[in-house]
């Protein structure tokens, strides 16, 4: 197994060590679905602290909260609340937990892609077709998603 802190650690090959990939489509599908209903909930109940003005601009408002959590959650522990649940986390091209310039540029490529569907789109055909289960965010970064229990 590959220790993670090692320097010279690059991204785990799909075809010598398959256990790093292993359902990681399906748990990021899941997780996303986990990360929505939190933001959800988020969304709701910061709308009584707007007046309710918020309902206004509801989808700016809930982007918006969706872009803060991705960003505090996977600055702090390279994963979002959801990945945490399915035990899957982010990881950089040298292994590396992502910090929170990482966590910053990949939650802006993927609000962009939500913001354009077909890029959205090709991202979810990436992450079911692609060996490392990679995103359109994720290839632009060099990073992958990974399970835990596989790089520990």
Not at 113 to 125: D, E, N
């Amino acid at each position: 197994m590959t220790v993670m802190t090692d320097s010279s650690w690059h991204l785990p090959d799909p075809q010598t060590q398959p256990e790093f990939y292993a359902d990681v489509p399906l748990k990021r599908l899941l997780a996303w679905g986990v990360d929505t209903v939190v933001i959800l909930i988020a969304t709701l109940l910061i709308l009584p602290f707007t007046a309710f003005t918020g309902l206004f601009f509801l989808p700016l408002l809930f982007l918006t909260v969706s872009f803060a959590y991705r960003v505090v959650t996977i600055a702090r522990s390279s994963a979002t609340w959801g990945m945490r649940l399915l035990a899957i986390e982010f990881r950089t091209a040298t292994g590396a937990r992502f910090d929170t310039a990482h966590a910053l540029m990949h939650s802006a490529g993927y609000t962009f892609c939500w913001m354009v569907p077909l890029l959205q789109l090709a991202s979810i055909i990436l992450m079911a077709t692609s060996e490392r289960a990679q995103g359109l965010s994720d290839l632009a970064l060099s990073t992958v998603v990974i399970n835990q229990r596989a790089a520990s």
